[in-house]
């Protein structure tokens, strides 16, 4: 254990609560499990491939397998890819992804007491001009129809039900998600100013007609006046615009911890803005209403996955995507290519795929190992930060006391003086309100990424546990009582992160064309990691696809 | 007092006492008597709410009444260790019973806080004695300078002490009465112990000593029906004496008898009186088997979702064409109850006992999503909707759940608040159930233990609202009753209101809201 697990507490929690932490006679942390999804397959493959090169392996003739469209990875992006190619007609395609389970990090699990996400948990209601995802939902039954002006209407079980949110703060709960209680004049007013202003981008139109900022991103504005939010920090556009209230500005960190891992110091002002602007659908309106079920955006996962039935295949660690050349090329390869290989590790030993295109939906810091004219240098793919996030779930067998005057337990239960995010609540979403209960409490790691992956790989599950217990037990003296089982996910690559710059990094956007037969698929395209991006990104690299074995053109 | 001086070789010549168990002593009264400022300040919040109101007044009342022992001190002439050792036993006494006392007394006293202050300021005012008295015991052996750094020194470590320990071991671990009884009894042993620390100073002990075991006994013995005790308070606040009480998972189940009847509450609400149940039990169910027999056929499936008394099933039961009830309640704990426990059995006829009632204990909420479909009757009868908990089974969700698995004929009644009291919340549910897309009529009886109270009959269909009671032995439901129910006077009229979904759960807030009012 490199870090002692009260040094750990202290770097993630503060000193105070490491102090807390010592001592003979403490309770034994609950048992559990750690997942690293991914990591040891990945790593292994890393360190398999010497000097650049894939690794040597032979696949029998018997071990290849022939399919139209190959899909690289099965989290989201891949699923989608996959989803939407069913839906146009391609039937005959193969999903290869490392882990066990589908979903990357919208992946869920599940106890006897409810299902519980062990990452993403909820997208937002989508708006008129988000065809993918209306249609996505509709199908997992989320929609209810249209309002007067056209907008979908979630449906009222898929909504968050209320209470939404709880704040604690100095030992005691408050309703809602922004410190009211004890806020000046002054805080309000900025507050209110900062609303208008959210507000103002919401309505704003470019010469197009588009939002400045949209779910997903490639639907908002390229105009210089939008684009211009990416050179700076979120903070310095706060500063900017006189937004000092302490209360705004943890309000706006939150922000950007919550969906992209990040202090508000060091994301982009267009993501910070995004953030608020983009989820409500014009000046005056509400947040667009979250939509979530107990086991977060896994639900979505299991029913894009569930479409796939054995085209996905689970466990298969892909070593090499090259484009296919002489005997062994696909025979319907279409005009100047001859389709591409895909080789892969899978739980039965090496195989091969043949396919007349690929879609890489894999990170792009695992492409660069994988496909093989990135290796050889034929496109320079960007570099992005990928952020360290630790989720545990907690299994209690009975709820948390509430104290009297307390707001009552909400969706969401954020700690404002820590920089975890507090925990939500499985079975909150089902109506069952007394008995056994899972919490899911996240943490991003907002520092440097690098530091954060040496670090924290060394870091027990025990003292994970440990440092989700010291976090949430400062709200809920009788936490520990109550739990059973703590299990942990770390993701040490959890997801691409927004800083100043990355979202309308030219290479970002060069990196989405196709190369020869291999498009590209992944939310991190857009700079940033959100489900409606990564949906978005596979709905794209599909239809490119589907032209191009329609013999029509690859668009540009 | 010159006595001790010219005894010659008396047998107990002044040895002063070991100065180190004093400060012991020191730690321990300023310890106790913080703890009582904890308490006092606790339990004020309790009670009364508003903690920082509570707190406030009580640790400035506290501090300024020990001011003013500390000033009344200079008047304390005579045996000082005697003195001492009397106002440690007061101490312990007072601040010992001062939270069952409290407790009690919040049932009981008008003006609770002035009690509650009252006690702070005795308690305050006896501690604020204590330090200068045993200051001036150690004066005669230890420099003025040392007394003074190390008195102060260690009551202030004390009050840490106590700050520390009171929310952190005490309040946890013993609560608030058992905490109040054990400090006291700290307090009194510390007292007893003094009768031998301070021996020679106090002449003759046997009194001294019977006094503080006394006072030992009677916090011993508090402390032995500390339990009762909380049973007690409860008493007190329920205008009729507890046959039963209980606390499960989900709620406290509280049972009252008077000289009308028993009553049924739950977290402290009424549920129903046995003088006057039958009024609201027939209006809740009789309509609702009346419409859908008049739809279509006599009702043979029965849905009753909460209702754990029994009540409603009982009317239910009494209709001869219904051949199975299923009872949808939380608790498994109230429907065991309304089963064994013979009052309440008796009430509801034994419902429990009869073969075609079938028992889930469930959220209703959870149960719906799976639930089978072809209901005649639905009968509703959930706890106000005082929380989101409860708020969520009067949603459009909810209603659209229900209305989906009634048969086609069928027909819902809602228990819905008061529409006089709560006339929001009332016409709330009336319009929620219509966005469910429900065709509803509303309508009320007066219940006196309740007063005027709503409920909401529904089917898919639109319908005529029946005028015919069934024939089922009533004792109240006539035809003239049954006219003038679905009748609205002004100040009950429909009113405007959000429909309440799971996203907004507005009726909680209405309803807040509203009773907030009438309390």
């Known amino acids: 254990m490199t870090p002692s697990r009260r040094d750990l507490v202290a770097w993630l929690l503060g000193a105070p609560l490491a102090v807390a932490c010592r001592g003979r006679g403490r309770p034994p942390t609950p048992d559990g499990e750690l997942l690293t999804p991914g990591k040891a397959a990945g790593h292994r493959l890393r360190d398999a491939g010497r000097g650049g090169a894939p690794p040597d392996v032979r696949i029998p003739d018997d071990r290849w397998r022939r399919t139209e469209v190959v899909v690289v990875g099965g989290g989201v992006a891949g699923l989608g890819a996959a989803w939407r190619l069913l839906r146009q007609g391609v039937r005959d395609l193969i999903v290869l992804e490392l882990d066990d389970v589908a979903g990357g990090t919208a992946q869920a699990g599940a106890s006897a007491v409810t299902a519980y996400p062990w990452g993403a948990h909820y997208v937002v209601t989508p708006m008129r001009h988000q065809v993918a995802m209306r249609a996505l939902l509709a199908e997992v039954g989320a929609l209810d129809g249209e309002d007067a002006g056209g907008e979908p209407v979630a449906a009222e079980a898929a909504r968050v039900r209320e209470p939404e949110e709880r704040l604690f703060h100095l030992g005691r709960w408050y309703e809602g998600g922004y410190l009211h209680a004890g806020a000046s004049a002054d805080d309000h007013a900025q507050l209110a100013r900062f609303t208008a202003e959210m507000d103002r981008w919401a309505g704003w139109r470019d010469g197009a007609g588009r939002r400045a900022f949209a779910l997903p991103a490639a639907a908002g504005s390229d105009d210089a006046t939008v684009t211009a939010l990416d050179r700076e920090s979120f903070a310095t556009w706060l500063d900017r615009h006189g937004?000092?209230?302490?209360?705004?500005?943890?309000?706006?960190?939150?922000?950007?911890?919550?969906?992209?891992?990040?202090?508000?110091?060091?994301?982009?002002?267009?993501?910070?803005?995004?953030?608020?602007?983009?989820?409500?659908?014009?000046?005056?309106?509400?947040?667009?209403?979250?939509?979530?079920?107990?086991?977060?955006?896994?639900?979505?996962?299991?029913?894009?996955?569930?479409?796939?039935?054995?085209?996905?295949?689970?466990?298969?660690?892909?070593?090499?995507?090259?484009?296919?050349?002489g005997p062994r090329a696909h025979p319907a390869g279409d005009g100047g290519d001859g389709g591409v290989e895909v080789v892969a590790l899978g739980p039965d030993g090496p195989v091969g795929v043949r396919a007349r295109r690929a879609i890489i939906a894999a990170p792009l810091f695992v492409a660069r190992h994988v496909v093989a004219p990135v290796r050889a240098g034929a496109r320079a793919l960007p570099v992005i930060d990928r952020g360290a996030w630790a989720v545990a779930n907690l299994h209690l067998d009975e709820r948390l006391r509430t104290r009297p005057g307390d707001a009552p337990v909400a969706w969401d239960n954020i700690l404002h003086d820590s920089p975890s995010l507090g925990y939500v609540v499985a079975t909150h979403q089902g109506g069952r309100d007394h008995g056994p209960t899972v919490l899911t409490w996240y943490y991003p790691f907002t520092g440097d990424a690098a530091t954060a992956r040496r670090e924290l790989d060394g870091a027990s599950r025990a003292d994970w546990a440990e440092v989700a217990l010291a976090d949430l037990g400062r709200a809920h003296p009788d936490l520990r009582a109550r739990c059973r089982r703590v299990d942990v996910a770390y993701w040490g690559h959890a997801m691409a992160r927004p800083r100043v710059g990355a979202v309308f990094d030219p290479a970002l956007a060069a990196a989405r064309a196709p190369l020869g037969p291999i498009h590209w698929a992944g939310s991190e395209l857009s700079g940033l990691a959100l489900f409606e991006e990564a949906l978005d990104h596979g709905v794209r690299a599909a239809d490119e696809v589907v032209a191009a074995l329609a013999g029509g053109a690859v668009p540009p | 007092m010159t006595a001790p001086a010219d005894a010659p070789a008396a047998p107990r010549a002044h040895r002063p006492p070991p100065a180190t168990l004093l400060y012991v002593n020191v730690v321990v009264v300023a310890t106790c008597g913080l703890v009582y400022e904890l308490l006092a300040a606790t339990l004020g919040s309790y009670l009364l709410g508003d903690s920082v109101l509570q707190f406030s007044l009580v640790i400035g009342l506290y501090l300024s009444a020990m001011g003013v022992g500390a000033w009344a001190s200079r008047h304390i002439e005579g045996n000082l260790a005697r003195r001492f050792i009397d106002v440690e036993l007061a101490v312990a006494l007072v601040g010992g019973l001062s939270a069952p006392i409290l407790f009690l007394a919040f049932a009981e006293v008008q003006r609770f806080q002035v009690v509650l202050l009252g006690f702070v300021f005795v308690i305050g005012s006896l501690v604020g004695l204590e330090l200068p008295l045993l200051m001036r015991i150690l004066q005669r052996d230890v420099a003025f300078k040392d007394l003074v750094s190390r008195v102060l020194s260690l009551d202030y470590a004390g009050a840490l002490l106590a700050s520390v320990l009171f929310p952190l071991l005490f309040v946890p671990e013993l609560g608030l009465l058992r905490t109040s009884l054990v400090i006291g009894l700290v307090n009194a042993l510390v007292a007893l112990w003094g009768t031998w620390l301070l021996a020679d100073q106090l002449g003759r002990t046997t009194v001294i000593r019977v006094q503080a075991a006394v006072v030992i006994a009677l916090l011993g013995a508090g402390l032995v029906f500390s339990s009762r005790l909380t049973t007690w308070s409860e008493d007190r606040i329920y205008a009729d004496e507890i046959v039963h009480a209980q606390t499960t998972r989900f709620q406290r189940i509280v049972v009252?008898?008077?000289?009308?009847?028993?009553?049924?509450?739950?977290?402290?609400?009424?549920?129903?009186?046995?003088?006057?149940?039958?009024?609201?039990?027939?209006a809740l169910v009789h309509p609702a088997m009346v419409a859908a027999a008049e739809a279509g056929r006599p009702p043979r499936r029965v849905l009753i979702l909460g209702g754990g008394d029994g009540l409603a099933a009982r009317e239910v039961l009494a209709h001869p064409s219904v051949e199975a009830v299923t009872l949808v309640d939380l608790d498994p704990a109230m429907t065991g109850l309304s089963r064994r426990f013979a009052p309440l059995a008796e009430l509801n006829r034994h419902a429990f006992d009869d073969p075609r009632l079938t028992v889930v204990n469930d959220d209703a909420f959870v149960w719906m999503s799976d639930a089978p479909a072809g209901w005649d009757v639905a009968i509703v009868d959930f706890p106000d909707p005082n929380g989101f908990a409860l708020g969520k089974l009067y949603t459009r969700h909810f209603y659209q759940l229900l209305a989906a698995r009634l048969a086609p004929d069928g027909a819902i009644a809602v228990q819905a608040t008061s529409p006089l009291f709560a006339r929001r919340s009332f016409w709330c549910i009336v319009r929620t159930m219509r966005a469910a897309g429900l065709t509803v009529a509303p309508y009320h009886v007066a219940v006196p233990s309740f007063g005027v109270w709503g409920f909401a009959l529904a089917r898919r269909a639109a319908f005529p609202p029946p005028t015919e009671p069934p024939a089922v032995p009533r004792r109240f439901l006539d035809r003239e009753a049954m006219a003038a129910m679905f009748r609205f006077p002004a100040d009950m009229a429909e009113v405007e209101t959000e429909i309440n979904r799971l996203d907004n759960q507005m009726l909680v807030r209405y309803y807040d809201a509203e009773w907030r009012r009438w309390q």
């Open chain 1, 243 to 325: 937004f000092t209230s302490s209360r705004l500005r943890w309000l706006c960190d939150y922000a950007c911890r919550d969906d992209y891992g990040l202090l508000a110091a060091d994301t982009s002002a267009w993501a910070g803005v995004a953030y608020f602007a983009a989820r409500v659908a014009h000046p005056g309106a509400e947040h667009q209403p979250v939509v979530t079920w107990p086991d977060g955006n896994g639900r979505l996962v299991a029913h894009l996955a569930g479409a796939l039935g054995d085209r996905l295949r689970l466990g298969h660690a892909v070593a090499d995507v090259r484009p296919a050349a």
């Open chain 2, 256 to 282: 009252t008898t008077g000289k009308s009847g028993f009553q049924l509450f739950l977290n402290g609400n009424l549920q129903f009186a046995s003088a006057d149940e039958y009024r609201y039990h027939e």
